[in-house]
């Protein structure tokens, strides 16, 4: 169910909305500069980061901010910010909040019709840039067609573009 997470529900997924704009500077581990995953709090220093960072950087024993010899705590405060925060599933499109995404996952989220006809900015522009250059392509192999009209005289006809 992990992968599945990842796979439909990443950072690029979070619904900007008034909540998001309001706490996102709250929520942003100092070590990997990603949005918290696990937070975890220095019983010292206060200062909070992501579990897996801690793992990574001091095996949970060495603060980051103030490098003593310290315990960590998981940081319920940031924990309640996360789990208000809105994303859209990857797979149906629908907006969920993260503390209803393994729950989501559980319900066999299936794309919708409605999902496979909405097309992300991103697809939209990439398949605009590619007609565009299938259009270039193609008025460049063009030739004209030519008729004569009369024994000395060639006119134009069917130039299409």
Same mark, same amino acid.
């Given at each position: 169910?992990?992968?599945?997470?990842?796979?439909?529900?990443?950072?690029?997924?979070?619904? $900007?909305d008034?909540?998001?704009?309001?706490?996102?500077?709250?929520?942003?581990?100092?070590?990997?500069?990603?949005?918290? $995953?696990?937070p975890?709090?220095?019983?010292?220093?206060?200062?909070?980061?992501? &579990?897996?960072?801690?793992?990574n950087?001091?095996?949970?024993? /060495?603060?980051p901010?103030?490098? $003593?010899?310290?315990?960590?705590v998981?940081c /319920?405060?940031?924990?309640?910010f996360?789990?208000?925060?809105?994303?859209?599933? $990857?797979?149906?499109?629908?907006?969920?909040?993260q503390?209803d /995404?393994?729950?989501?996952?559980?319900?066999?989220?299936?794309?919708t019709?409605k999902?496979?006809?909405? &097309?992300?900015?991103?697809?939209?522009?990439?398949?605009?840039?590619?007609?565009?250059?299938?259009?270039?392509i193609?008025?460049?192999? &063009?030739?004209?067609?030519?008729?004569?009209?009369?024994?000395? &005289?060639?006119?134009?006809?069917?130039?299409?573009?």
């Open positions: 169910m992990e992968s599945k997470r990842d796979e439909y529900f990443s950072d690029d997924c979070i619904v $900007k008034e909540f998001y704009s309001s706490i996102k500077d709250f929520i942003i581990c100092p070590l990997c500069h990603k949005i918290f $995953k696990e975890y709090m220095c019983d010292d220093c206060q200062e909070v980061f992501c &579990k897996k960072c801690l793992e950087d001091s095996n949970l024993k /060495i603060c901010g103030n490098k $003593k010899n310290v315990k960590f998981k /319920i405060q940031k924990d309640n996360l789990s208000k925060l809105k994303y859209k599933c $990857k797979n149906c499109l629908k907006e969920i909040y503390i /995404i393994p729950a989501h996952l559980e319900e066999n989220c299936e794309r019709e999902a496979d006809k909405e &097309k992300t900015l991103a697809e939209i522009i990439y398949t605009k840039k590619e007609l565009i250059k299938l259009t270039k193609q008025m460049k192999n &063009k030739q004209p067609d030519y008729k004569m009209t009369s024994k000395y &005289k060639l006119s134009k006809i069917n130039l299409i573009f």
